[in-house]
């Protein structure tokens, strides 16, 4: 069983950033994969990051890619996301998921909430403008 724990989330002015940290605990292989999803009330989970165990592949979807980062710290089974130039309409809850084992490179493979096994409990975004 693995389990993720976020924070980081909390209220910021439009233009502001915000950093988010997943910690994953228990076993995965040596070939995992942490994204990010977010989610607002009433739609589904949507892709937003995601990064292979080395960090040598990452995924951002078109909207955040110039303004968020992700990156891993392997050792410590971390992931981040560095968010700036924050807008309104990246206000969400934001989860972190675990893909226990990947040996896929392909975005498909990081994209979609189906290939993750572990979700995390969320963190909330608010952006205001």
């Known amino acids: 069983q693995v389990q993720s724990v976020e924070s980081g989330g909390g209220l910021v002015q439009a233009g502001g950033s915000l950093r988010l940290s997943c910690v994953a605990s228990g076993r995965t292989s040596s070939n995992y994969a942490m994204g990010w999803f977010l989610q607002t009330p009433g739609k589904e989970r949507e892709f937003v990051a995601a990064?292979?165990?080395?960090?040598?592949?990452?995924y951002y979807t078109d909207s955040v890619k110039g303004r968020f980062t992700i990156s891993i710290d392997n050792a410590k089974k971390t992931v981040y996301l560095q968010m700036n130039s924050l807008k309104p309409e990246d206000t969400a809850v934001y989860y972190c998921a675990v893909k226990r084992v990947n040996y896929c490179s392909v975005y498909g493979c990081y994209a979609s909430v189906n290939e993750y096994d572990y979700w995390g409990q969320g963190t909330q975004v608010t952006v205001s403008s």
């Open positions: 990064i292979s165990w080395n960090g040598g592949t990452a």
